[in-house]
């Protein structure tokens, strides 16, 4: 069974800086994406980044750019979302999904983790 767990949220001031990761476990395939999603209250869930672990080609959206580094550690199976110069809008529940890719490399099969909660304060 394959398992995301997210860890490292929590409550940090405005300008400060925490690291998230995603350990994932009970899978033996290797074409895979991990993205990092986020969902603000009464808001839609939305991509902040996305890594291929193989080759660790990563890109972060623009709103947290120069800001948040996605990154990953490929013999622990964990991808790391490091966040600096937070801001009380990056505040919400932060979630990992795994994108498993076909032959083709087409995204066919997803899994979630159970999220962790970011909150910034002014």
């Known amino acids: 069974e394959v398992q995301l767990v997210e860890s490292g949220g929590g409550l940090v001031q405005t300008g400060g800086s925490l690291r998230l990761s995603c350990a994932a476990s009970g899978f033996f395939f290797n074409a895979y994406d991990i993205g990092w999603f986020r969902q603000a209250p009464g808001m839609e869930r939305e991509g902040v980044s996305c890594?291929?672990?193989?080759?660790?080609?990563?890109q972060v959206v623009d709103s947290v750019k120069g800001r948040f580094t996605v990154s990953s550690d490929s013999a622990k199976n964990t991808v790391y979302l490091q966040m600096d110069s937070l801001q009380p809008e990056d505040t919400g529940v932060y979630y990992c999904?795994?994108?498993?890719?076909?032959?083709?490399?087409?995204?066919?099969?997803?899994?979630w983790g159970q999220g962790t909660q970011v909150t910034v304060s002014s």
């Open positions: 999904k795994m994108f498993v890719r076909d032959w083709t490399g087409t995204p066919r099969i997803y899994y």
């Open positions: 890594i291929t672990p193989s080759n660790g080609r990563a």
